[in-house]
Structures are given as C-alpha cells and as structure tokens.
C-alpha cells in the first residue's frame, strides 16, 4: 500500500523533470553564486552560548493538515518571525501537497535586506542536483535532506553540491533505522522528525529516544527537534535540542509571536496537570496547565461526559483513561475534540497507541523495576511520560525509585501535593507535576484554592539550567 510519503516523491520526480525543461543545470552550475551565510556556523555559536535556536517555517498547508492559511504572504510572515527572535526561516517551495513556490523564497529574499533576513531553508523533498540550485539562485542558505527518500550515497552527493555553494545541509532522519544509515556520513546538523512523514503521526519523545539511544555519547552532531510543537508545553517535551523547527502551530496562530521566548517558561520550568475535574465550574482553571477528566471505570473521579456537552471543551483538557476497552476510548475521542489523552502502559495495546492522532501522555503504574523498563518500547511513539504510584488514583507514591537520568520527559505523580513539590527537583527530565488527591478537601471535591496553591509553589521551583533566548 503506498503511503502519502510514496506519493509525494512520485510527484516530485515529475516536477523535476519539468524543471529540467526549464532550465539547464550547466548554466545554473556556472551562474548561481555562493552564500556567504553559514547555518553551521551560527547554531554551533548558539549552541555554545546556549542560546535557543529557532527555525520558523512559512507553510500554507500540508497533506495531514489540509490548508493551514491559504492566503498567507510569505514576507510579511518572514519579517514578523524576524522581529521574534527566529534565526532561520524554512520556506516550503514544494506546490502540489504544501502550496509553495521557489517564487516564494524569491521574494523573500529580494525583498528583506540580508542584514535584517535569518537564514533561508529551502524546505522540500530533494531528489535531484537541480533543486538545490534553484534553491540557492532563489535565495536560500540551507536545504533539508531526507533520509527517508534518499540513500547514504544520495545524501552525500546532495550535500556536497549544496555545500559547493556554501549553503548548510539540515539532515532528516525519523528512525532509529535511517539515523544508522546516515551517521557515518558524519553531517554536522541533524534534525529529528518527530512526524512520521509516511503516516504524518506526530510524537514529541521521538526526539528524545534516539536522542538518548541513538546518537554517540562524543562529538555528537548539532540536534534540532522538527515538528509536533505548538505552545510552551509542547516545547517542554523537546526541550534538550539544539534547534527547534516549529511550522504549523505558527501558521496557525492569527497573529505571528511578538517573541519566541513565548515557548519559554520564565517563572517556572515545571508544568502543573490537575487531574480529576468533573464539574462545570472547575473546568477552566488558568493556574493548571492542564487538567485531567477521567473516564476510567475504575475511579471514583469520573467525569459526567453531559457536563462536557454543555460547553466548549478546553484547549488545555486531557482524557484520562484507565481500563477502558479501546474501542469506548475512540467513542470518546470522536464524540469529544480531545487534543490530549492519557494512557496507562499494557493497559493497551502498541499498536493502538500508533494509530491515535491525538498527543498521548503514557502513565506508568510503578510496582517493580520492570514497569520502567518496558517504556523504551513505548518511547518514540508518544509524547511524555506520567511515572505514577503502585495504584494510579489512591495518593500513593511509587514503591519504585525512580532514576534521576530518567531519560524522557515526564511528570512526577503518585502522593504529590502541595508541601512536597521539591521531590521534582532531582530528576534531570521532569516537566512537571500530575495530581488528584493533593488538590482535593476532605470529602473528595478539588478545591481551586489548592490548584491556586500548588501553581504559586512551583514558581519556586526554578533550576539554573533554562537556556535563554537572546
């Protein structure tokens, strides 16, 4: 069965071979000059600083998303990421699944002075010698290489013709496969797709696994997380990489961001999840970045699903499930907009979690080491990780201990409340903090007050280690 990834390379070879119509590839040998621009250069330097990098991409649609904005002007856009602080912008010039043009780069880069323009990327699927000299007649100073179209001997071909014009080469890899296949190619920068490009499933902890598995321990390449990040607790999920590519939550925003430190939590690097809503009047707490509602069978916190027909569900909103057979989990989903769903390990199945279109937080009931053990199994396929007590909702802590090189985003859950937040603080990979029973009073009932009163102590929280966005 041919995948949507097999269809845009067939496309593509098609648009190339009309290119070649168009233009003769000795002339553009001889005529496109060089970039004087090095993408190698300056995320080493930011890199050193550790100042984030970030590349913000002009897309108008993609073939998972439909159109994300049609009419959206490539220099406006351009200039706007500019002023925010984007170091590189990647431009997508493919037309037939993404609505792009080499006329777009074009123009951008004739239009916004160098010493006001970030670096250029020529986003597409590169197949051929003739599209990186467009590219860089175009304006571009850097282009995307895809391992998962490419050979290693393609790759290198295409890398060294790009680097001829002194144009940078981003190195796409999604797997551990691909990754293996290109490493002895020894590129400089390598991006991580945490989107599968053959079914556009996105999963953040992508990133991190072979981040951890999968890279050498020495000289290892310049890294930049691609795709999946749409806010502050996205990037929390991402945030050990050298570079961030972010491209459809932008286009989708109405306005572009006035700063990308926006994706920074300046008070407090600890995202706060309260767990356990189930009435009306609690569903929109500012304090909590997200909040739970729990459909399990076996919890005594479960949600009415009526309160929720009855207003517009949150942006911020997690289902949580727990013992719940698959097919009423997808019954919520579609009766539901869910962005977000919490999952418990062997509860269901790998395969389930792989066809899920929604970012999934896998929890892990912690009763022996091997319940730690079998996430690596889980690990490229979902998005952060929940480390919860022996029995998930009693406001009991883990009889496990937990390592403090934990090597995945995670919240910390299981007996948390208020007084014992510091519990966060030794673990190199903890992004937050799950509770239920350490928001609630005595007779059960969450208690905004303690939601107040947690989001105010994790502000005090703070490790010295946060890069800074200059």
Not at 60 to 73: D, F, L, N, V
Not at 252 to 265: G, H, N
């Amino acid at each position: 069965m041919s995948t949507i990834l097999d269809k845009i390379v067939a496309e593509k070879r098609q648009s190339i071979a009309l290119l070649y119509q168009q233009h003769d590839l000795e002339v553009l040998r001889r005529q496109v000059p060089p970039t004087t621009r090095s993408f190698y250069q300056k995320l080493a330097a930011a890199r050193a600083a550790q100042e984030a990098f970030f590349i913000a991409e002009f897309k108008r649609k993609s073939p998972s998303e439909g159109w994300i904005s049609q009419h959206a002007e490539p220099v406006a856009q351009v200039r706007a990421y500019a002023r925010a602080g984007a170091k590189a912008v990647s431009i997508l010039t493919d037309e037939a699944f993404f609505g792009g043009s080499y006329d777009d780069l074009c123009r951008v880069a004739q239009t916004i002075p160098e010493v006001e323009r970030p670096l250029l990327l020529q986003k597409d699927f590169i197949l051929d010698p003739i599209q990186i000299y467009l590219a860089r007649q175009a304006g571009a100073d850097l282009i995307l290489l895809i391992a998962a179209i490419l050979q290693p001997d393609e790759m290198q071909a295409l890398r060294q013709t790009a680097e001829s014009l002194g144009m940078g080469v981003l190195a796409e890899v999604h797997d551990a496969e691909e990754l293996e296949k290109i490493l002895p190619l020894n590129f400089p920068v390598i991006g991580v797709n945490n989107r599968d490009l053959k079914t556009f499933r996105t999963a953040l902890n992508r990133f991190n696994y072979l981040n951890d598995k999968h890279f050498p321990q020495q000289d290892r390449p310049l890294l930049v997380a691609e795709s999946g990040v749409g806010d502050y607790r996205d990037f929390q999920c991402v945030r050990r990489a050298d570079a961030f590519l972010i491209g459809t939550g932008l286009m989708r925003q109405e306005q572009a961001p006035t700063s990308f430190s926006s994706y920074f939590r300046t008070d407090t690097p600890y995202l706060f999840k309260a767990c356990g809503i189930r009435s009306a009047d609690m569903l929109h707490p500012n304090e909590a970045d997200f909040i739970g509602l729990n459909f399990s069978p076996r919890s005594k916190r479960r949600i009415d699903p009526a309160i929720m027909e009855k207003q517009p569900l949150p942006e911020n909103a997690v289902a949580v499930f727990y013992q719940n057979p698959e097919a009423e989990i997808l019954e919520t989903l579609a009766r539901f907009p869910f962005k977000r769903i919490q999952l418990y390990a062997g509860d269901v199945s790998l395969d389930f979690i792989k066809k899920l279109r929604v970012r999934v937080l896998l929890a892990a009931a912690l009763k022996q080491e091997t319940d730690l053990q079998q996430l690596d199994q889980y690990a490229p396929h979902v998005d952060a990780f929940i480390l919860d007590g022996a029995l998930p909702g009693s406001g009991q802590a883990s009889a496990v201990e937990i390592p403090a090189n934990f090597p995945y985003p995670f919240f910390l859950a299981g007996g948390m409340h208020s007084d014992n937040l510091e519990r966060l603080l030794p673990f190199e990979n903890c992004i937050g903090v799950d509770m239920a029973s350490g928001i609630e009073d005595a007779e059960g009932r969450v208690r905004l007050e303690k939601i107040r009163q947690v989001a105010v102590k994790l502000k005090n929280l703070v490790p010295e280690t946060l890069k800074t966005i200059d």
